[in-house]
């Protein structure tokens, strides 16, 4: 059977749909197998192939079915923490996120069936890829948006990644969706000469993508500095104890002082699970000044009250002045409760700590160790766009996060690669401090100097530098690729209302 008739057989091309949203998840980290998030989508385009409106709706949605229950099912991990009433809710309502989630790719397919005058070709190499670019930006933007799970994350380590410092995620996710229809013309083409030309444009693209981390984009500004990443690893079930709140001051104190070598010490999100005001004078301003005579800077995660407000933080204390850092983009039913007129009865029972934050206002950098410091806090690093606000003028980016809610799943590693294409896109060195991990220091190309893994206590050190300069992607962000997908599909929706005219006319003068 050739994979162009596999529209003719129902069952099995919904099989390959959904094993298509299975396959494309192991292109992510932990597993890393990149070539994946081309074969995935090239899979799903070819199930969409000669097949009806609604058939392409039902296979996008089952893909989506495959990748975000596969993919984020580590959303469980996270529910079931919020207390003892939510664990028999946790499946349940993960299930529901995953159902909602995969309406977008479903809602794709069925724009996808929208472009059936535009030859096959084009709807493989042009439309559809542009089709999938929009949908992840709409993803990621939309009710707050959740750019998880980007086609360009996975490629943080591969030949795709290269074009991360010119268009960003987002224009890494349009190459690879773009190498999917070339896959896909190539499987279900039936002249060979076009099938060869397709692998042979796959094979230069990925390849000519790839030479682009040739290029220094950044350059450095200062003499090298050593930083050191603590990671205390206090599981989530005690970190909230009070009981146990003096053992983690003490953890954390301990483990950095034996850190005074490094010019810049950055602790994890919520590293002191309580006010500012209520451990500065007995904990942070000694400790600051044990720090400061040493010449060394802490960056440390804690909450900030502000009149009747209370904010998610990061205190840059130590050598020079103090500086903070309120978190902007807060977690929906983490850190503030939406539509708590119509879900009341659920936020009743979840045990969230430190659940009615507000949104921080002005800066996204601090100073510290004397540099200008691009700050992020928990998943605001999955947000491109968020993070080059504080860019070029920082010279450095610290993420600051507490993955302990998600142990034992594919989250920590996901997000970690995340944080690295963070710093591919911005040319700059990354401090990322998780709570129980994944931590690392990440080097300017995106790659990994320093790592430690999760459930481990332990501090990691590395000599980084200081980066100035702006690559194309901090000078443009994410308009000009946003602007051409939508571009290219509104032109490609009035070329098919002329297609369809057309041939109407012809019919019509028969």
Same mark, same amino acid.
């Given at each position: 059977?050739?994979?162009?008739?596999? $529209?003719?057989?129902?069952?099995?091309?919904?099989?390959?749909?959904?094993?298509?949203?299975?396959?494309? +998840?192991?292109? =992510?980290?932990?597993?890393?197998?990149?070539?994946?998030?081309?074969?995935?989508?090239?899979?799903?385009?070819?199930?969409?192939?000669?097949?009806?409106?609604?058939?392409?709706?039902?296979?996008?949605?089952?893909?989506?079915?495959?990748?975000?229950?596969?993919?984020?099912?580590?959303?469980?991990?996270?529910?079931?923490?919020?207390?003892?009433?939510? *664990?028999?809710?946790?499946?349940?309502?993960?299930?529901?996120?995953?159902?909602?989630?995969?309406?977008?790719?479903?809602?794709?397919?069925?724009?996808? $069936?929208?472009?059936?005058?535009?030859?096959?070709?084009?709807?493989?190499?042009?439309?559809?890829?542009?089709?999938?670019?929009?949908?992840?930006?709409?993803?990621?933007?939309? #009710?707050? /948006? =959740?750019?998880?799970?980007?086609?360009?994350?996975?490629?943080?380590?591969?030949?795709?990644? /290269?074009?991360?410092?010119?268009?960003?995620?987002?224009? +890494?996710?349009?190459?690879?969706?773009?190498?999917?229809?070339?896959?896909?013309?190539?499987?279900?083409?039936?002249? +060979?000469?076009?099938?060869?030309?397709?692998?042979?444009?796959?094979?230069?693209?990925?390849?000519?993508?790839?030479?682009?981390?040739?290029?220094?984009?950044?350059?450095?500004?200062?003499?090298?500095?050593?930083?050191?990443?603590? *990671?205390?690893?206090?599981?989530?079930?005690?970190?909230?104890?009070?009981?146990?709140?003096?053992?983690?001051?003490?953890?954390?104190?301990?483990?950095?002082?034996?850190?005074?070598?490094?010019?810049?010490?950055?602790?994890?999100?919520?590293?002191?699970?309580?006010?500012?005001?209520?451990?500065?004078?007995?904990?942070?301003?000694?400790?600051?000044?044990?720090?400061?005579?040493?010449?060394?800077?802490?960056?440390?995660?804690?909450?900030?009250?502000?009149?009747?407000?209370?904010?998610?933080?990061?205190?840059?204390?130590?050598?020079?002045?103090?500086?903070?850092?309120?978190?902007?983009?807060?977690?929906? #039913?983490? !850190?503030?409760?939406?539509?708590?007129?119509?879900?009341?009865?659920?936020?009743?029972?979840?045990?969230?700590?430190?659940?009615?934050?507000?949104?921080?206002?002005?800066?996204?950098?601090?100073?510290?160790?004397?540099?200008?410091?691009?700050?992020?806090?928990?998943?605001?690093?999955?947000?491109?766009?968020?993070?080059?606000?504080?860019?070029?003028?920082?010279?450095?980016?610290?993420?600051? $996060?507490?993955?302990?809610? =998600?142990?034992?799943?594919?989250?920590?590693?996901?997000?970690?690669?995340?944080?690295?294409?963070?710093?591919?896109?911005?040319?700059?060195?990354?401090?990322?401090?998780?709570?129980?991990?994944? $931590?690392?220091?990440?080097?300017?190309?995106? !790659?990994?100097?320093?790592?430690?893994?999760?459930?481990?206590?332990?501090?990691?050190?590395?000599?980084?530098?200081?980066?100035?300069?702006?690559?194309?992607?901090?000078?443009?962000?994410?308009?000009?690729?946003?602007?051409?997908?939508?571009?290219?599909?509104? #032109?490609?929706?009035?070329?098919?209302?002329?297609?369809?005219?057309? *041939?109407?006319?012809?019919?019509?003068?028969?």
């Amino acid at each position: 059977m050739k994979l162009s008739d596999l $529209s003719g057989r129902s069952r099995l091309a919904d099989l390959l749909a959904l094993l298509a949203g299975l396959l494309t +998840v192991v292109a =992510f980290a932990p597993y890393s197998v990149a070539p994946l998030a081309v074969i995935g989508p090239a899979m799903l385009f070819v199930s969409w192939h000669h097949a009806t409106p609604r058939r392409m709706a039902w296979r996008g949605y089952l893909y989506g079915l495959g990748f975000f229950g596969f993919g984020v099912s580590w959303i469980t991990s996270g529910l079931s923490l919020f207390g003892a009433h939510m *664990q028999a809710l946790a499946l349940p309502l993960a299930g529901v996120f995953v159902l909602v989630l995969a309406l977008y790719p479903g809602l794709m397919g069925w724009v996808a $069936s929208r472009f059936g005058c535009v030859p096959a070709a084009a709807r493989l190499i042009v439309i559809w890829p542009a089709l999938w670019t929009a949908f992840e930006w709409l993803r990621g933007t939309l #009710f707050t /948006g =959740f750019p998880w799970l980007l086609l360009g994350d996975s490629q943080v380590a591969s030949g795709p990644g /290269g074009l991360a410092p010119v268009l960003g995620d987002y224009g +890494v996710s349009w190459l690879v969706a773009l190498l999917a229809g070339l896959l896909a013309l190539a499987a279900t083409g039936r002249r +060979v000469p076009p099938r060869v030309a397709a692998l042979l444009a796959a094979g230069v693209l990925w390849f000519g993508a790839g030479a682009l981390r040739q290029v220094d984009w950044t350059h450095p500004t200062g003499a090298p500095m050593r930083v050191s990443v603590v *990671q205390g690893n206090v599981p989530q079930q005690v970190k909230w104890v009070p009981s146990e709140f003096e053992r983690t001051l003490a953890r954390y104190r301990d483990l950095t002082r034996a850190h005074w070598d490094s010019r810049l010490i950055v602790w994890p999100e919520s590293a002191i699970p309580a006010l500012y005001r209520e451990v500065a004078a007995r904990y942070l301003d000694p400790l600051a000044a044990e720090a400061a005579s040493h010449g060394s800077t802490l960056m440390v995660g804690l909450f900030v009250r502000r009149g009747q407000k209370i904010y998610n933080a990061v205190a840059s204390v130590g050598d020079g002045a103090p500086g903070f850092y309120f978190k902007h983009h807060l977690v929906p #039913f983490g !850190e503030y409760m939406p539509f708590k007129g119509l879900l009341g009865w659920l936020y009743r029972d979840m045990n969230v700590p430190m659940s009615g934050l507000s949104a921080g206002r002005g800066g996204y950098t601090v100073q510290a160790a004397g540099q200008t410091v691009d700050v992020s806090i928990c998943y605001e690093d999955a947000y491109g766009d968020l993070v080059i606000r504080g860019l070029p003028q920082a010279s450095l980016l610290v993420n600051v $996060s507490d993955d302990a809610w =998600f142990d034992g799943s594919l989250e920590p590693a996901q997000h970690m690669q995340i944080a690295r294409m963070r710093a591919l896109e911005t040319g700059r060195y990354l401090l990322r401090a998780a709570n129980t991990g994944i $931590s690392g220091i990440v080097g300017p190309k995106g !790659e990994v100097i320093a790592l430690a893994d999760m459930g481990r206590t332990e501090v990691i050190s590395a000599e980084v530098r200081p980066m100035g300069g702006a690559t194309p992607y901090v000078r443009i962000g994410n308009g000009p690729v946003v602007g051409a997908v939508f571009a290219i599909l509104f #032109f490609g929706w009035v070329f098919g209302l002329a297609m369809t005219r057309n *041939q109407q006319r012809k019919m019509e003068s028969k």
